[in-house]
């Protein structure tokens, strides 16, 4: 069973940034993609970003150049760096990847971005 820890998120105000952290409780070396997703409140989940195990990065349009996906092999995790947040930033965050067949989800993590 592959569990992923998010965490980093809270209340920030416009302009602020927050760092998130994915941690995975296997071994991240050999999964080819992790993302970071986010659902806000009535509305669908979306793609914010992902990266594969080259380093490649994909963005969504309305976050290019204000967030940062990143990830640390030796540490299991993956992390977003989030800067100039606004406030329809706010959502739950959650961390994804897909190993051995299957796609697992963490529980997110809230941020919230105050006007």
């Known amino acids: 069973q592959v569990q992923l820890v998010e965490s980093g998120g809270g209340l920030v105000q416009a302009g602020g940034s927050l760092r998130l952290s994915c941690a995975a409780s296997i071994s991240i070396f050999g999964v080819n993609t992790m993302g970071w997703y986010r659902q806000a409140p009535g509305k669908q989940r979306e793609l914010v970003a992902t990266?594969?195990?080259?380093?490649?990065?994909n963005y969504a349009d309305s976050v290019k150049g204000r967030f940062s996906i990143s990830r640390d092999n030796a540490k299991n995790t993956v992390y977003l760096q989030m800067n100039s947040l606004k406030p329809e930033d706010t959502a739950v965050y959650s961390c994804n990847l897909y190993y051995v067949g299957l796609y697992y989800w963490g529980q997110g993590t809230q941020v919230t971005v105050s006007s």
């Open positions: 990266i594969t195990s080259r380093g490649s990065t």
